[in-house]
Every structure is written in structure tokens, then in C-alpha cells.
């Protein structure tokens, strides 16, 4: 299936919202849709087009899966209820660890989350609320990448010949398909939703797991979890476009007051980019490296060691996973 690109230089994102909301209106009809919610942009702007297309006919769910960043689903279930769209929070963390129990592999990783997530989580909530379509922030670089076989975006099915009427019993609709993440934000923040919102840096589908090298136990989830906090606190101020920290699967030797201490690596990457196709690492100070380090082997326990990456995308990806 061929998807018409939306270049941001093309894009009108009045007349873009305009045309979505009609288009899901009518799509939808008197029925019912349900969306997930995660925050990002893209959810953002998806949430917020179809709000306007059916108010009280979408229902929201924010999927707590155990794998979000510290505090993040109590804060954007608030942000939403202030705009005036409710959203439900479901604590889905128990389906997500036991799906993810024992896999190591990326790929069987990204998979075990689409089938907890599109099978078992949406398949009920879909069922409870009688929706008939669940609408997807979907974006063209997902499409692309897991076409060309980079990684299984969690988030694509109809693009890789999956029939989710059939497979999960509700329709999906996909209103950003055109369009790539700085297009996303002019919309989204037509769209009102705030600057936290519109300019908040791309965060994977599969979440933290996507930064856990090796098998995803809560444990080592809030390894990361901790981590990351550190590092979105230090390099908020670079205007970079993402920064992540990854738990690398082995171990190394480390000392601490004299003694050994075997322990975890953390890598940090902050990235360059405009689209998420091709990215560079920002030449970071020493003093913030240092301050990273420092920080991470005080603040999170058993790390022994932090590195950050220097290479570029390609070959390396913007996620570890
Ligand atoms: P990679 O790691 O493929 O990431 O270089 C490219 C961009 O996409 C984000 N990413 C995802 N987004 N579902 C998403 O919605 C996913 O499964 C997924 N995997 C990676 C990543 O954070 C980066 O911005």
C-alpha cells in the first residue's frame, strides 16, 4: 500500500485537522472508538483529533504497562483531564512482565508486546466498551522502518498483512499516517495541546523496554527507569532531539570502597536528528558527561559503569532494542 507523504513545507495543519476530524467523524459513525494514550506526541495529537471528532463516543485508556518513565501515568491522565478529555488509566503491568518473561531477543520482544497489547489488553477494553475501531498515532517512519525490516514498530498491522478485524475484532484507523514526527508537532500544537506536549522528544511504544538489553523484569526496568530520569534531567537543555539511557545485559567489574563490585552498565545516547531516519550523537561536554556519570553510578544502584555512544544512525539505531 502506497502512503502519500505530507511534507511539513505542504502541510496546512488547519486545513489537515479539519479534513482528519471529518474523516474520522464519518468513519466512525455512531459508533464507538477507543485510543490509547501514552503521551507522546503522536497519541497526543491522535487523542485530541478524535476527541474533537466524537467527544463522548472515543474512550481514552492510558495503558500502564510497568515500562513507562517515573511518575508518567498519574501526570499525563491529569494533563488530559485539565484539557477536558477523560481518560481511563489501566493497570495492565502484570500481562506486560508475564508476556515479557524469559525473552531476550529484540524482535520476539516487540512481538510479545503487540500481542499484549493489541490481543489481550485492547481485545477485552474494545469488548467491555463495545468500540468497533481503535484510532493509532501511527506515523510514516514506523510504516517505513518496519517495512524495510529495521525493527517491528509495535504499533504497525495492517502494513505487515494483519487483519485486525480478524485478529483482534475491531478496526484500526490511523489519521498521521502521512506525516513525520516535526509535521506531528505543528499539528499538535494547532491542535492546543501544549508545548510539553507538541515539542516533547519521541518516546518508543514499547517504552523502557525498548532500553533493556536482555529480559525485561520490573526490576530491571526501574534500573532503567532510574537512569533515565537522570539523563532527561541533565540534557533537557541540549534541544536534542531524543536521550535515552539503555541496562546493557552483562555485567562488569567495578570497585566501591575497595571492594569488587560486579555490577551494571548503563549507556546513555543523545541524539541529532529531524525525522528519526538518520541521527548523529551530540558532541556533548566533558562536563556533562562527567555529571552523567557521576550521577548515575551514585543515584542508581549497582551501576558501576556509564558509557554514551558515538555512533551514528545508521548502523546503529535510536533505540537499543
Ligand atoms: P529506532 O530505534 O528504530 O527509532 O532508530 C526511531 C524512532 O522511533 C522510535 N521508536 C518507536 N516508536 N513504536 C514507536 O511508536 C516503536 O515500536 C518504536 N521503536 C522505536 C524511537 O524512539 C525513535 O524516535
Same mark, same amino acid.
Given at each position: ?23 474520522? =467523524? ?14 507522546? &506526541?503522536?497519541?497526543?495529537? &491522535? ?102 525490516? &529495521? ?57 523502557? =523496554? ?5 529480559? &525485561? ?98 548502523? =546503529? ?5
Amino acid at each position: 500500500m502506497k502512503i502519500d507523504e505530507i511534507k511539513i513545507a505542504d502541510l496546512k495543519p488547519e486545513k489537515f485537522i479539519k479534513d482528519k476530524i471529518g474523516e474520522i =467523524s464519518n468513519i466512525v459513525g455512531d459508533s464507538i472508538a477507543v485510543n490509547a494514550l501514552s503521551g507522546g &506526541v503522536d497519541s497526543s495529537a &491522535v487523542t485530541m483529533l478524535a476527541h474533537k471528532a466524537l467527544a463522548n463516543r472515543l474512550k481514552t485508556y492510558f495503558i500502564d504497562n510497568g515500562l513507562m518513565r517515573a511518575d508518567e501515568p498519574q501526570r499525563v491522565v491529569s494533563l488530559f483531564k485539565k484539557m477536558g478529555v477523560p481518560v481511563e488509566l489501566v493497570d495492565a503491568r502484570e500481562q506486560f512482565f508475564n508476556a515479557l518473561k524469559g525473552i531476550k531477543d529484540p524482535e520476539e520482544k516487540r512481538e510479545a508486546i503487540t500481542q499484549a497489547f493489541y490481543k489481550d489488553v485492547f481485545g477485552k477494553l474494545v469488548k467491555k466498551s463495545g468500540a468497533r475501531y481503535l484510532l493509532h498515532g501511527t506515523n510514516l517512519t514506523d510504516v517505513e522502518e518496519t517495512i524495510a525490516g &529495521v525493527k517491528r514498530q509495535h504499533n504497525i498491522l495492517e502494513q505487515l498483512g494483519i487483519d485486525t478485524q480478524e485478529e483482534y475484532g475491531y478496526k484500526v484507523i490511523e489519521p498521521l499516517i502521512q506525516l513525520r514526527k516535526s509535521a506531528i508537532r505543528k499539528v499538535a500544537k494547532d491542535l492546543g495541546l501544549p508545548e510539553e506536549i507538541y515539542n516533547r522528544p519521541p518516546f518508543p511504544g514499547p517504552a523502557l =523496554s525498548a532500553r533493556v538489553i536482555g529480559e &525485561v523484569t520490573p526490576e530491571r526496568v526501574e534500573t532503567v527507569r532510574k537512569a533515565t530520569k537522570i539523563v532527561e534531567e541533565e540534557l533537557r537543555n541540549t534541544i536534542a532531539f531524543q536521550y535515552l539511557a539503555i541496562l546493557h545485559d552483562d555485567k562488569v567489574t567495578g570497585v566501591r570502597g575497595g571492594k569488587r563490585d560486579f555490577g551494571f552498565q548503563i549507556e546513555v545516547r543523545c541524539w541529532e536528528s529531524k525525522d528519526a531516519v538518520v541521527a548523529s550523537p551530540t558532541r556533548l561536554s566533558y562536563d556533562i558527561l562527567e555529571r552523567l556519570a557521576d550521577r548515575i553510578t551514585k543515584e542508581v544502584p549497582g551501576v558501576v559503569s556509564v558509557t554514551y555512544n558515538i555512533t551514528k544512525k545508521p548502523p =546503529s539505531t535510536i533505540e537499543a532494542v
